[in-house]
């Protein structure tokens, strides 16, 4: 069983900036594309950043692209969401999720484990 716990989330103002890390246990980190997804109070969940399962190929949401960068370490189990210049309507819940394959991808329908989500909340 895959297990993914987030950390890093928290109360920051505009303009500012938070590290996410998603943990993940298993031996098999390395054979699978990550993702960033985040879901505000009374919307879907959606995309926001994937990594390929080497990471030398990332996709962002236009709505984070220059702001927000996703990273992983490999020998560490984990990946990494830094986000800068942090924006209001960035609220929201954000999960990780570990895919079905090593390519990276932009719906949900494309992971099959997902963390337990923390929570952002950026002041204006």
């Known amino acids: 069983q895959v297990r993914l716990v987030e950390s890093g989330g928290g109360l920051v103002q505009a303009g500012g900036s938070l ?20 879901q505000a109070p009374g919307k879907e969940r959606e995309f926001v950043a994937a990594i390929s399962l080497g990471g030398g190929t990332t996709y962002y949401a236009d709505s984070v692209k220059g ?19 942090l924006k209001p ?11 079905k394959t090593g390519l990276p991808a932009t719906t949900t329908a494309e992971y099959n484990y997902w963390g337990q989500g923390t929570q952002i909340t950026v002041s204006s």
Do not use: P
């Open 19 to 38: 590290r996410l890390s998603c943990a993940a246990s298993g031996r098999t980190f390395s054979n699978y594309a990550m993702g960033w997804f985040r």
């Open 89 to 99: 309507e960035d609220t929201a819940v954000y999960y990780c999720a570990r895919g």
């Open 67 to 85: 702001r927000f960068t996703i990273s992983r370490d490999n020998a560490k189990n984990t990946v990494y969401l830094q986000m800068n210049s």
